[in-house]
């Protein structure tokens, strides 16, 4: 099953003033997250759930520009997984050099 995924808004603004991406890398993440999750989100939520039992589960994407290594840690809202959509309520990021 493909699932519609949804990313909020303030997780759209959260990439937007992470410093060092250009716009392509934006455009790159938010592809790579949607591919990823509408595929296998189901899958995710049972191998890394918030908590025991919970509806929303943890999400790592990485992204590697040529000097920058971008860790994404995401938390997506899975409550309506049976309805086909899945939020992406949360996102933080942890930047590394990549040399």
Do not use: N, W
């Amino acid at each position: 099953m493909r699932y519609h995924v949804e990313l909020v808004a303030l997780v759209r603004e959260y990439l937007e003033q992470v410093e060092g991406l250009t716009d392509d890398d934006r455009a790159a993440i938010v592809d790579g997250v949607i591919e990823e999750l509408s595929r296998d989100a189901d899958r995710f939520l049972a191998l890394r759930p918030l908590a025991h039992e919970s509806f929303c589960f943890l999400y790592d994407y990485p992204h590697l520009t040529e000097k920058t290594l971008y860790d994404f840690d995401f938390v997506v809202d899975a409550q309506h997984l049976e309805m086909g959509v899945v939020r992406v309520v949360y996102v933080e990021c942890t930047v590394k050099p990549s040399r």
